[in-house]
Nanobody, 121 residues
Framework: QVQLVESGGGSVQAGGSLRLSCAAS????????MAWFRQAPGKEREFVAH???????VYADSVKGRFTISRDNAKNTVYLQMNSLKPEDTAAYYC???????????????WGQGTQVTVSS
């Protein structure tokens, strides 16, 4: 069982930065692929990035070069550094965990409650 708690969301102007954190419970954090998804109102939940237990990262094309995912296994925490934010990045951001390494929401068993990111123009 893994419990995930996101933090760090907020409101920022276009071009600004935010850093999201996701703290995980459990002793097996280092074995999980950790991912970030986002969901805007009226849209489906979409993949943002993931980081495998060995540190390999994958990003959605829409955030590549602007967002950076990282993990600290000693702190059971995964981060999402978001730079050069755009209004279209506005969404609820969710942390997810599983033992696989896919991009589809259905491939992730554990989810956080989400944190809102709002980017104004």
């Amino acid at each position: 069982q893994v419990q995930l708690v996101e933090s760090g969301g907020g409101s920022v102007q276009a071009g600004g930065s935010l850093r999201l954190s996701c703290a995980a419970s459990g002793r097996t954090f280092s074995t999980y692929t950790m991912a970030w998804f986002r969901q805007a109102p009226g849209k489906e939940r979409e993949f943002v990035a993931h980081i495998r237990r060995i540190g390999t990262t994958v990003y959605a094309d829409s955030v590549k070069g602007r967002f950076t995912i990282s993990r600290d296994n000693a702190k059971n925490t995964v981060y999402l550094q978001m730079n050069s934010l755009k209004p279209e990045d506005t969404a609820a951001y969710y942390c997810a965990a599983d033992t696989g390494f896919g991009r589809a929401p259905r491939e992730y068993h554990y989810w956080g409650q989400g944190t809102q990111v709002t980017v104004s123009s």
